[in-house]
Every structure is written in structure tokens, then in C-alpha cells.
């Protein structure tokens, strides 16, 4: 019988790089579980995975822990890291989703890139890298004989938070799927909104933004707006706003301020993966081009607090369970 991993023990093997299956597969076919290695582009910009140009490719890896009991199909849950890299949050979040039933994969985008963290220097590695990893840790599970290739959902925080959001953009998925594979739902935690990605092609699935209220590393009101944006287009997001949380609000940690991590909290802007503009505003109204990443970089500044918050801490987990049942069911 297969080793069912706990999600302390997922950690562990991260941690400790343990080569389990240390050869990168392109198939889950064979039922595998534990660490997984894989290959991912690694795309400089969103235009560059939308329009799959050259890139160079990394050979990364994630943990699958499938749930102990269950028979058939069962739904997936990809779970993708903030700048900090893996933590206890994430293996936390994976045991969840097995004793919901659930399978989990916990995608690692750093240590194959040789990067620690990000979160004094967000440059080291794009966005786009991170949505593609996620899309193609969905490939690989859609490939397994345990799991619903229709139910496969994503969730992330922080910097995973914005590739759980953003892929939800029609570009962005097809920028690695081929065919009518996609995510049935979308769960970024506080997300960054100040300078969206934009299309006007949704993969249809619904989404759940959590965000904490005096988030100052990636405010909830941008993400309030852009939710209003995407219902126009017809997607269906709900957003829960816990009043008192900051970033990071699931943790256990007292909130704690760090002076040298990086926040993009002052730019406003969008990027339209459709057509490859970067807009910026400045006080003297909206620049394109070469003005716009300019300005892009010059509105970056630090200091932001990061911490747990009770009600968050609390609520978030029903309120995730509550929506993936109801996302799960509708597919069946």
C-alpha cells in the first residue's frame, strides 16, 4: 500500500530535500505520492507566458499527501507559498484539506531556483513563474488515478495568493494547458491588487478572496475593486474582509513589524495580458511603456506588518471548507 504522508512529514521532506522520486516526471499515472519533482517555465513577464515565448525551465518540486480514507475520485487542492517560502502554514492548510477528503500538493517555486526568499527583493522571480507552476502542477495532477481532474482547485498566499487569483485569467491558463483543463476554483489569501492582471476572457471558475482589513503589505481595497471588476465580467467571487486582520492573518504568530520587506501598497497600475499593456498612475494621470515600469519600480517601498489575527486565524478555514464543498458539489 501507498505511504499516506501527514502534513508535519511534508514538511520534513521539504525541509531536509529528501530526493523521494527526485527524477522530474511529466505523469502522475503511476499513483505516486509524496515529493513529486517536476519541470516549470520559468517566464520573465505575464506576456511572456501568455504568448509562450523561449524560457528557461527549472526543475522544481512539490508535496502530495492524499487523504486516508475515501474511495474513488477525489478532489485536489495545489497550495502555493507566500515571499517567506514554505512554512508551517502550508502543510497546515494540506492537512485541512485531507481531512476534508481532499488531496493536497504543495508546490515549492524557491528551492529549485535556488532562492531563500523573496521578501526584501520581489525581482529574484516573476509572478508569472508562479502562476506557471501552479498551472503545471495541475497538469500533473489531472494525470493521477486518484484525483478528479474536474476538481482540482488552488490556493495561495500572499505572492501564491496573486497566481491563485490571476489564474483565473483565460490568457494566463492557456499560456500552459492545451486543452479544456482548468481549475475549478480559486482561493487566494491576501493577494496583491494594487496593479492587477487583466483580461477580458475569465476561465469561469468562482473565486474566494480572504483579506484582512488593515493589511498594509497588500491592502484588501484594491482587491475589494478588482472583485467588482471580475463580476462584471461575469465570474462569480465571493470576499471575506476579517476588519482587524493583517497580513498574514492565518498564522500564529503575533503581528510584527519587518522594516525591510518590500510593498508595492503605494502603486496603482493594471497589466492587460490580453494585449500586453502596462499602465501606471502618477500624479499627472496614466503612463504606458517604459514610464509605466519605471514608475512601477519607483513606487515600491518597505516596512509592513505580518501576523496572525484570531478571527482570521478562526473563520478562514470554515470559510474555505464551506466553499470548496459547495464548488466540489455543484461539479459532481
Known sequence: MRSLLTGATSLALIAAGIPAHAQAVTSLADGRSGKITFESP???TTRDLVTRSVMAHATISGVLTLPQSGAGLVPAMIILHGSGGISGREPTWAQRMNDLGYAAFIVDSFTGRGIKDTVTDQSQLSMASDMADGLVALRLLASHPRIDRKRIAVMGFSRGGIAALYTALEPIRRGIIDDDLRFAAHVPLYPGCNVPYVSAHLDGAPILMLLGGKDDYTPAPPCVAYAETLRAKGAEVSVVVYP???????????PRYFPAFTTGRDCRGAVDVDTGAVTAMTKNGAVEGEAAA?????CVTRGVYVGGDMEGREKAPVAVADFLKKVFAAIR
Not at 519605471?294 to 519607483?298: F, H, S, T
Open 294 to 298: 519605471a514608475e512601477l519600480k519607483q
Open 244 to 254: 482587524e486582520a493583517r497580513h498574514g492573518f492565518d498564522g500564529l504568530s503575533s
Open 42 to 44: 520559468t517566464p520573465k
